[in-house]
């Protein structure tokens, strides 16, 4: 069979091959190895919505995700940046998946839970699986090690954070889409529509399944943002499942629900990350406060309407 190539295929290859040339250069393979993996950007994001209560206006939530311990991410590292997420004072902290870049081959998985377990966060500490924490045999593996660093493993499952004023949120966390067993609906199907929720899935690719829920907020990981990008192409490579979506922020479906995909903290295959650099997220949530006044103010039109169109229906049946 004849193969074709579209110009686009065609720029690309040409690109790759260019990017492998400044790769192979002493400064190219320096930095793609050495540098840009060890810097870290601190990305901040407010999410509005009108279903964020009151009290959880401006509250802090911290993602973090697909560390891949082991293949050039180390335990000094992990430690470093337990010291920068609790440095920001986040309220919440998410983990989307990815601990181990192997788990059955990682030498040290008995010192990871303490150095997990120094992250504070006021409202809790979530985690779901990712298709490498499955992977490995490390299913059981990364659940003891979760559950020993005080995370919340949610796996198929709806959790409600609740203030002290009653106030609350739902936090959702999906099992991993490629090794594990999703389950959508008995999942996302109890939510509230009036209720600010946030769905934890490692795979961004499926966000057009968590729109048709009530969900508000979609967090993933799993791209990497491509780990090697291309000017002005953007990812090389992108795994099954995070493709259409490889980093940053997206409105998807009819709900317009809000999706991030964090670029992750480690690499896996290849030690590299070019134009992809490692990340953490600091989410801060946003009443929309303006569509509030609008809607109170709005119904106090209607009710004075209403009272004043039977004020002068009573005076005309008078005369």
């Given at each position: ?273 070019f134009l992809a650099t490692p990340e953490i ?39």
């Amino acid at each position: 069979m004849k193969k074709t190539y579209t110009r686009r295929s065609f720029l690309k290859g040409l690109l790759s091959l260019s990017l492998g040339t400044v790769l192979t250069t002493s400064f190219g393979y320096t930095y793609a190895k050495y540098i840009e993996p060890r810097r870290l950007q601190i990305t901040r994001k407010s999410i509005f919505s009108n279903n964020i209560p009151t009290g959880f206006h401006n509250r802090t939530i911290l993602q973090f995700s697909d560390t891949h311990l082991g293949l050039s991410y180390n335990l000094q590292q992990l430690e470093e940046l337990v010291n920068k997420i609790n440095s920001l004072k986040p309220d919440l902290i998410l983990f989307t998946g990815d601990l181990m870049d192997a788990p059955n081959e990682y030498a040290y998985p008995h010192r990871i839970p303490p150095i997990l377990q120094r992250l504070n966060s006021p409202l809790g500490k979530y985690a779901i699986y990712g298709n490498h924490d499955h992977g490995g045999y490390g299913t059981t593996l990364y659940q003891d090690i979760i559950q020993e660093s005080n995370f919340q493993l949610l796996v198929n499952e709806a959790r409600t954070i609740t203030l002290d004023n009653g106030e609350y949120i739902h936090i959702c966390g999906l099992d991993d889409v490629l090794l594990g067993d999703p389950q959508y609906e008995q999942t996302l199907g109890q939510l509230e529509s009036s209720t600010f929720a946030i769905a934890m899935i490692h795979e961004p690719d499926v966000a057009v399944k968590a729109a048709a829920f009530p969900v508000d907020l979609q967090l993933s990981g799993h791209s990497h943002g491509g780990q090697i990008q291309l000017p002005f192409f953007g990812p090389l490579i992108t795994p099954p499942f995070g493709t259409v979506y490889p980093e940053g922020f997206y409105k998807v479906g009819e709900s317009d629900m809000q999706l991030y995909v964090n670029r992750g903290i480690g690499t896996t295959r290849i030690p590299f990350r070019f134009l992809a650099t490692p990340e953490i997220t600091l989410f801060t949530l946003k009443k929309n406060v303006y569509l509030d006044v609008f809607l109170r103010l709005y119904r106090k039109h209607i009710v004075r309407q209403t009272h004043n169109e039977t004020y002068h229906h009573t005076l005309h049946r008078q005369h």
